[in-house]
Nanobody, 126 residues
């Protein structure tokens, strides 16, 4: 089974920043499309961002300007940096692997991803 591992979640204060990481010990992430999704209990999984093998990225409108996705090939990692955490940020964040080219549609739809991590939980303190 393809293994993706997310990390970096935790309890944070509103307005703080957070960096989530996605890595794999089984394959090189820079050979694949990688996406980040967020899920809140009782709601559908929401596409946040994706990055293509060439580095092109797209973001959901709700996170543009505050979320940033990037690759670190040396560390075989794709990170999602979240600046200025807001009330809508809590949830379980998943990274996923696909084979399409990143676009606004691909960033939003889980349909394009075939392998998923177990998720990392982000909680914003009140």
């Amino acid at each position: 089974q393809v293994q993706l591992v997310e990390s970096g979640g935790g309890l944070v204060q509103p307005g703080e920043s957070l960096t989530l990481s996605c890595t794999s010990s089984e394959f090189m992430l820079d050979r694949y499309l990688v996406g980040w999704f967020r899920q809140v209990p009782g709601k559908e999984r929401e596409g946040i961002s994706c990055i293509s093998t060439a580095g092109g990225a797209h973001y959901a409108d709700s996170v543009k300007g505050r979320f940033s996705i990037s690759r670190d090939s040396d560390k075989n990692t794709v990170t999602l940096r979240i600046d200025t955490l807001r009330a809508e940020a809590p949830g379980t964040y998943y990274c996923a692997r696909g084979s399409s080219v990143c676009s606004a549609v691909v960033a939003a739809r889980s349909y394009f991803y075939h392998h998923w991590g177990q998720g990392t939980q982000v909680t914003v303190s009140s």
